[in-house]
């Protein structure tokens, strides 16, 4: 009988060292799960920074940054100015959130506060499908649609231009604006709402004065997020922006970003040259681009939690 | 679950092996038969793909195999004794030829056609022809308006390839033989370039005469095909016009090589002759090139020989 239950005892304690060996297990899956990410994020920057090193050593920075013209494989040498690239990128982009920002933000306020709630369970799932559709399409639709539609109301010869490009990704980024800002402003306490409402306020007050700010750090986040997708976005631009490397001078101008500069010429660049590392360095700079942007909506959300 | 595994292992093994069984050379009955390694330019890259579909139909024993990657990996492939011919868009230059000469390589070029390009504007142009000189111009942005060539008084509009094109290094050093100006559109293909045309009034661009043509060999509508004289005292030529291109009197036309090693022989030699055959060249024709011209012939059937 005593021997039985030690060797229950015994039995039990091996199943307890057993589970808890397994618990680990998955402890350190899960750990390998999340470094892989760093890792895989801090590969991405290594190999961006050193093979952009050896750019740099051949070219000023100051040439790199402030001349205009972007032409490595020039008739008469090659000329690296990453000027044009930026501007037209930053062109592109701030044209894209001009259109984007007030419309996901009303957009979001409606499904959040005005919207019946049935109404929103199929507007909602729906905008996220918007998310889904592939770059390419979007692009097809701005040469095939959009840039006719624009050559007649501007007036102009062709509507390959940057107006083209901000209108596509403006769409692009609708989706993530929307989803988040909604988010955002549905988690604001009802209590703020009832007080405002208490005071003698009505709706649209309620909504513009208190309910927006209290959300507003979500949805800065939310739009940053969103224009983080824009600056990155290629295949949409290189399709519809018609790809002039000339400085812009209107948003009627035909701008090549630097993600389409990267995507056509990394095709033919021959290996280890100048103009290989040098397409290493605009892609290092769109990186920290980026990167910027997401850490400024990442220290914005923080915050934001920090408050609740 | 260990069945399911096994029998996924099992359906594997018989995939691959069937797989390798089909690649398997048949055996050797009377008539050629063999591999031939085509690599290079990828103008020419259908072309040649095309031709091949069509000889190892005549020759079922014969494996071509068509790769593109550029005249220059072509040529130095070529070099390196890796493959059988070399399609080229460009002549093989003199520093190409003497390395592959100390490799005691013997490059031998038969132009299998030519490609000519066109330039296109909208159909409500009124130009019609211009000078090499002046696509030159124009493309370097010396000439911005159309009425400084005879147009009407409207800002040009640019539309090219992108540097990664062959077509865009071809007009560069035939036409331009300096930077394209920075107002170009840069666009993805030739179609795009052909849509963008036919929709904007003030527009230039250039593409392969394939893509202006439909069918029947006619022009499609909604753009005009510009003619190109040299220069301004000679006659303006049409691309379309394929006796003129022919003939060598359209400017901007260049041949298309094959590039082997020594004289041809055996599989190599068979293949050339199907290629400059009139079968060969009525594909040529047919992928939107044009035929080899007389002179250019005549060399080939020395080359021959």
Same mark, same amino acid.
């Given at each position: 009988m005593k021997n039985k239950k030690s060797n229950q005892a015994v039995f039990m304690l091996r199943n307890r060292k057993k589970s808890r060996l397994r618990e680990s297990g998955y402890k350190y899956f899960f750990l390998c799960n999340g470094l892989l990410a760093i890792f895989v994020l801090g590969g991405i920057f290594y190999l961006l920074l050193t093979n952009a090193w050896p750019f740099f050593k051949e070219i000023s920075l100051k040439e790199f940054i402030l001349t205009k013209s972007w032409n490595p494989?020039?008739?008469n040498g090659a000329s690296y100015g990453i000027l044009s690239m930026v501007v037209s990128t930053l062109m592109v982009t701030f044209g894209a959130m001009l259109i984007a920002v007030p419309l996901g933000i009303a957009c979001a306020a409606y499904l959040a506060e005005v919207a019946s709630p049935g109404f929103r369970e199929v507007v909602k799932p729906l905008i996220e499908i918007l998310?889904? *559709?592939p770059s390419v399409v979007i692009g097809f639709i701005g040469i095939v649609v959009l840039g006719p539609l624009l050559a007649r109301i501007l007036g102009t010869?062709?509507?390959?231009?940057a107006i083209n490009g901000s209108l596509l990704l403006s769409i692009m980024s609708l989706p993530t604006i929307i989803t988040l800002s909604e988010d955002a402003i549905s988690s604001v306490p009802i209590e703020y709402k009832r007080a405002s409402l208490a005071l003698g306020a009505n709706k649209w007050y309620t909504l513009i004065k208190i309910t927006l700010p209290a959300g507003l750090s979500g949805i800065v986040a939310a739009v940053m997020l969103g224009m983080g997708r824009a600056i990155g976005e290629t295949m949409t631009v290189l399709m519809a922006?018609?790809?002039?490397p000339a400085f812009p001078t209107s948003f009627t101008d035909s701008v090549r970003t630097i993600t389409s500069s990267i995507a056509i010429e990394l095709g033919e660049v021959p290996y280890y040259t100048t103009h290989f590392h040098g397409l290493f360095a605009i892609g290092l700079i769109l990186f920290m681009m980026t990167f910027f942007v997401n850490l400024v909506s990442d220290l914005i959300l923080n915050k934001y939690q920090e408050v609740e | 679950m260990n069945m399911r595994k096994g029998l996924g292992v099992i359906v594997l093994v018989l995939v691959f092996s069937l797989l390798l069984l089909g690649c398997q050379p048949k055996e050797k009955e009377q008539g050629l038969s063999g591999q031939l390694q085509i690599k290079g330019s990828d103008t020419i890259v259908n072309l040649a793909q095309v031709l091949a579909e069509k000889y190892m139909e005549e020759k079922p024993k014969v494996a071509v195999a068509v790769t593109g990657g550029g005249s220059g990996t072509g040529i130095a492939a070529l070099i390196n004794d890796a493959i059988d011919i070399a399609n080229s868009s460009r002549e093989i230059k003199e520093s190409e030829i003497n390395q592959a000469k100390e490799r005691d390589i013997e490059p031998v070029s038969f132009a299998i056609g030519m490609d000519g390009i066109s330039f296109i504007v909208n159909e409500?142009?009124?130009?019609k022809d211009l000078t090499v000189e002046e696509l030159g111009k124009i493309y370097r942005g010396? *000439?911005?308006?159309w009425k400084e060539i005879g147009g009407d008084d409207r800002e040009i509009t640019l539309y090219g390839r992108q540097s990664n094109s062959g077509t865009f290094a071809f007009v560069q050093e035939f036409v331009l033989l300096g930077d394209y100006s920075d107002k170009m559109m840069r666009m993805n293909g030739n179609a795009q370039i052909v849509e963008a045309v036919k929709g904007d009034k003030n527009s230039i661009g250039y593409v392969g005469v394939a893509y202006v043509k439909d069918e029947n060999g006619n022009e499609i509508p909604g753009l005009n095909v510009l003619a190109v004289s040299k220069d301004a005292n000679t006659q303006a030529y049409s691309p379309l016009d394929t006796e003129s291109v022919k003939a060598g009197k359209y400017p901007v036309a260049r041949a298309v090589y094959q590039i082997i090693d020594g004289k041809p022989e055996g599989i190599v030699k068979d293949w050339l002759e199907f290629v400059l055959s009139e079968e060969g060249q009525n594909i040529v024709e047919t992928e939107g090139f044009f035929p080899v011209p007389s002179n250019l012939a005549a060399e080939n059937d020395e080359n021959l020989k």
């Open positions: 494989t020039g008739w998310a889904g *559709i010869s062709h509507g390959l231009n922006t018609g790809n002039a | 409500n142009n009124p130009v010396e *000439i911005t308006n």
